[in-house]
T-cell receptor, first 116, second 114 residues
Framework: DTGVSQNPRHKITKRGQNVTFRCDPI?????LYWYRQTLGQGPEFLTY????????KSRLLSDRFSAERPKGSFSTLEIQRTEQGDSAMYLC??????????????FGPGTRLTVT | AQTVTQSQPEMSVQEAETVTLSCTYD???????LFWYKQPPSRQMILVIR??????QNATENRFSVNFQKAAKSFSLKISDSQLGDAAMYFC???????????FGKGTRLHILP
């Protein structure tokens, strides 16, 4: 098992463009979380999935943000009409292996977005 | 609203010494989960230690231990025998349920002096 992976690792985009990030969780993990981390701050929760169902969205997640997890495997986070304030590290985490009572969240390396 | 506060933006400790990082939190729940995460420079976040609020005994993991004071809503991390590899950002974190979103503090950057 190679852990949580995220692609791309870095993304530079111009204001107003759309971007999409991908997260591949640890296989057999039911839950998948997205967080955003700005410089000098702790991660902030954005949304999470139980299998393919999106169970909660933060008020931080404006209408320009959308996340999916088709088939309960990988997940994508799309930001439409990017703004400079969207510049941040976007972190993905997964947890809850099927049949296990453990609940530790394992984090990916993140995707660093820079909006110019 | 649930919040996590880390009042020490940076700390330094001599290698092999002991250091304590502070954390307070606010919640109206009686059952919840507390964590300390470590984020090394340019590396991903990893869990250091966790504490279930219903357990009175303080959690320990090798050189890492916590002082959990439920009434005071305090959750400090003690690192014994500090090593150069301990240098990182440390985040105190709270979760209202066993497998749920995590609310993080702003972090404490720990420097290890050789």
């Amino acid at each position: 098992d190679t852990g949580v992976s995220q692609n791309p690792r870095h993304k530079i985009t111009k204001r107003g463009q759309n971007v999409t990030f991908r997260c591949d969780p640890i296989s057999e993990h039911n839950r998948l979380y997205w967080y955003r981390q700005t410089l000098g701050q702790g991660p902030e929760f954005l949304t999470y999935f139980q299998n393919e169902a999106q169970l909660e969205k933060s008020r931080l997640l404006s209408d320009r943000f959308s996340a999916e997890r088709p088939k309960g495997s990988f997940s994508t986070l799309e930001i439409q009409r990017t703004e400079q304030g969207d510049s941040a590290m976007y972190l993905c985490a997964s947890s809850s292996p099927r049949g296990s009572r453990t609940y530790e969240q394992y984090f990916g390396p993140g995707t660093r977005l820079t909006v110019t | 609203a649930q919040t996590v506060t880390q009042s020490q933006p940076e700390m330094s400790v001599q290698e092999a010494e002991t250091v304590t990082l502070s954390c307070t939190y606010d919640t109206s729940e009686s059952d919840y989960y507390l964590f300390w995460y470590k984020q090394p420079p340019s590396r991903q976040m990893i869990l250091v230690i966790r504490q279930e609020a219903y357990k009175q005994q303080n959690a320990t993991e090798n050189r890492f231990s916590v002082n959990f004071q439920k009434a005071a809503k305090s959750f400090s991390l003690k690192i014994s025998d500090s090593q150069l590899g301990d240098a990182a950002m440390y985040f105190c974190a709270y979760s209202p349920h066993r497998d749920d979103k995590i609310i993080f503090g702003k972090g404490t950057r720990l420097h290890i002096l050789p």
